[in-house]
């Protein structure tokens, strides 16, 4: 089956830098890979995702790039704000099966 | 437009009693999918079902646990004489038919096992 891991763990970052957040996946026919942002007491949220055919997806402030040949993914959030604070977690899915395996997710917290 | 719905939010049991866990799919969702998450960990798939029909289980325990989706109502995920090892938060997702890689969450229900 899949296996997605998650790096790194803990991101501490001051207000105003970039994050980055990096997965690894196992199962090359995986070609879906979503991002969630959790934060306490809440379900995940779908803030984006890119599929296997793209490179490269930004919104705003939110960008992932995908490798397929090395088999990795990262999402990118550049200038930081305190309410970005939040658990973030990917995921790998390959849409004839439709489940999705998750990292374990990155506790990000942004220093005012 | 209600996103997913799950109730209750919150659940106690003793230990040997039945927990029953409750998610209503977004309107037009057809596809329900199942979440555990245990404390400081990541989400572990449990099961993924249709309207009638358990699609993928592989995830869920072989016993004690049942999940369902009837042609009308709710899903339902049972858990039958609960462990303090099932204290969890629990996540239901759905998703469109044809899109079934889109998933929305819901808010979680956490079970706790007294």
């Known amino acids: 089956g899949e296996n997605v891991e998650q790096h790194p763990s803990t991101l501490s970052v001051q207000e105003g830098d970039s994050a980055v957040i990096k997965c690894t996946y196992s199962?090359?026919?995986?070609?879906?890979f979503p991002w969630y942002k959790q934060e306490l007491g809440k379900g995940p949220q779908l803030i984006i995702d890119i599929r296997s055919n793209v490179g490269e997806k930004k919104d705003q402030r939110i960008a992932v790039t995908l490798n397929k040949t090395a088999k990795h993914f990262s999402l990118h959030i550049t200038e930081t704000q305190p309410e970005d604070s939040a658990v973030y977690f990917c995921?790998?899915?390959?849409?004839?099966?439709?489940?999705?395996?998750f990292g374990d997710g990155t506790t990000l917290t942004v220093k005012p | 437009n209600a996103g997913v719905m799950q109730n209750p939010r919150h659940l106690v049991r003793r230990r040997g009693q039945e927990a029953r866990l409750r998610c209503s799919p977004m309107?037009?969702?057809?596809?329900v999918y199942w979440y555990r998450q245990l404390p400081e960990e990541g989400l572990k798939f449990m099961v993924y079902?249709?309207?009638?029909?358990?699609?993928?289980e592989s995830g869920m325990p072989k016993e004690r646990f049942s999940a369902e989706f009837p042609k009308e109502g709710p899903s339902i995920l049972r858990i039958q004489q609960v462990v303090r090892g099932d204290s969890a938060a629990y996540f239901c997702?759905?998703?469109?038919?044809?899109?079934?890689?889109?998933?929305?969450f819901g808010p979680g229900t956490r079970l706790l096992v007294l």
């Open positions: 079902l249709q309207k009638e029909n358990i699609i993928d």
């Open positions: 997702a759905s998703s469109a038919s044809g899109m079934k890689e889109t998933q929305y």
């Open positions: 309107k037009g969702h057809s596809h």
């Open positions: 199962d090359s026919a995986s070609n879906y």
């Open positions: 995921a790998a899915s390959n849409t004839n099966a439709g489940k999705s395996t």
